[in-house]
């Protein structure tokens, strides 16, 4: 049990992936954690969070509202400041790092507070272990698709925040230090799905940048599967990507919106987007070995490479363009999620 009696902190806490992630040590699915720490700097979606804890009342949630009130801790703070960094891992066995500045134009039209959060803070965080009398055994770095081949700033940071945790691996040898990295989460906060969601209950219209363009699909658990895959099997320095279907995103809004009469409207490509998503670039699958049901890609620096045998598990670039489902499959994917 990987979990069992481990002190645990979450960067990034309250977001969509932090409040999963810690929802998931609670169940103790992988080990019952002494200490679950949502770190974070925005005290009103602590308060929001703390809330959602106390009024649990469906029986089955009996086991994490125990656990939430014995286990789960707060701290505000930002991984910008080195000092609160620093004091936020004391005692910390393992530290997920999830805060980041996600959204694309944002970090277009702000390039300065995206290098803060999302490299600054990784740099921060690897200084503060480096510092550190009891530094944690393993940090896991939470990355994203746009990360591979960057062309947009948030892509540029997500990838600089991967180098930064993986090199950190031959300077702090008591830490394994490993990333994980995924494309679009059906229901985080500024996807698609939650939006077309709200623009169907309003009557329309749908708004799609592209007609072209394509999505891997992934819940949220989904997404936590690929953070524990990463802990059971993961070696220091890989970088590891779930195995995932992708759909196109108009195929997406027609399902949802159904036999309703909604036109949708193409909008073009917001600043910095994506047409199709990249987990693997031409460059990583030489370098690449499946796991299970999952993708690692071995580390880019020789010295921290492991030698495996047996052939390379991809022979060109993992896009979202190459595995779109068929409308059946994607019917069923929305229908199990509850989104028609």
């Given at each position: 049990m990987l979990f069992e009696g481990k002190k645990i902190l979450v960067t990034g806490g309250t977001g969509s992936l932090g409040k999963t992630l810690i929802y998931r040590l609670l169940t103790s699915e992988m080990g019952k954690p002494e200490k679950v720490t949502a770190f974070s700097r925005d005290e009103a979606k602590q308060h929001e969070m703390r809330l959602e804890w106390k009024h649990l009342a469906q029986a089955t949630d009996e086991v994490v509202y125990k656990e939430a009130h014995d286990l789960l801790h707060f701290q505000v703070g930002d991984v910008r400041n080195y000092a609160t960094l620093c004091r936020a891992i004391r005692g910390h066995d393992i530290v997920f790092n999830a805060a980041a500045l996600k959204q694309v134009p944002t970090c277009e039209y702000f390039p300065m507070e995206a290098v803060e959060t999302n490299v600054i803070g990784p740099h921060n965080l690897v200084r503060a272990v480096l510092e550190s009398n009891h530094p944690p055994e393993l940090v896991?770095?939470?990355?994203?698709?746009?990360?591979?081949?960057?062309?947009?700033?948030?892509?540029?940071?997500?990838?600089?925040?991967?180098?930064?945790?993986?090199?950190?691996?031959?300077?702090?040898?008591?830490?394994?230090?490993?990333?994980?990295?995924?494309?679009?989460?059906?229901?985080?906060?500024?996807?698609?799905?939650?939006?077309?969601?709200?623009?169907?209950?309003?009557?329309?219209?749908?708004?799609?940048?592209?007609?072209?363009?394509?999505?891997?699909?992934?819940?949220?658990?989904?997404?936590?599967?690929?953070?524990?895959?990463?802990?059971?099997?993961?070696?220091?320095?890989?970088?590891?990507?779930?195995?995932?279907?992708?759909?196109?995103?108009?195929?997406?809004?027609?399902?949802?919106?159904?036999?309703?009469?909604?036109?949708?409207?193409?909008?073009?490509?917001?600043?910095?987007?994506?047409?199709?998503?990249?987990?693997?670039?031409?460059?990583?699958?030489?370098?690449?070995?499946?796991?299970?049901?999952?993708?690692?890609?071995?580390?880019?620096?020789?010295?921290?490479?492991?030698?495996?045998?047996?052939?390379?598990?991809?022979?060109?670039?993992?896009?979202?363009?190459?595995?779109?489902?068929?409308?059946?499959?994607?019917?069923d994917i929305l229908k199990t999620a509850g989104y028609i």
């Open positions: 896991v770095g939470v990355s994203t698709d746009k990360a591979c081949k960057p062309v947009n700033v948030m892509g540029m940071t997500k990838s600089l925040q991967e180098r930064i945790l993986i090199q950190a691996n031959l300077e702090s040898k008591k830490t394994r230090w490993m990333c994980v990295r995924y494309g679009n989460v059906i229901a985080s906060r500024g996807s698609a799905i939650p939006l077309f969601q709200e623009q169907i209950k309003r009557g329309g219209p749908v708004t799609i940048t592209l007609k072209e363009m394509t999505r891997f699909l992934l819940s949220l658990d989904r997404a936590v599967d690929t953070i524990f895959a990463t802990v059971r099997w993961g070696k220091a320095g890989e970088t590891f990507i779930p195995k995932c279907p992708a759909a196109r995103v108009v195929d997406i809004a027609k399902l949802m919106i159904g036999d309703k009469k909604i036109p949708i409207v193409y909008t073009g490509i917001r600043p910095g987007e994506k047409i199709h998503e990249v987990l693997v670039s031409e460059e990583e699958c030489y370098r690449t070995v499946a796991r299970e049901n999952y993708y690692a890609i071995q580390p880019i620096l020789p010295e921290l490479r492991s030698e495996e045998k047996g052939k390379r598990s991809l022979t060109k670039e993992y896009s979202s363009s190459d595995h779109t489902i068929n409308s059946d499959t994607l019917s």
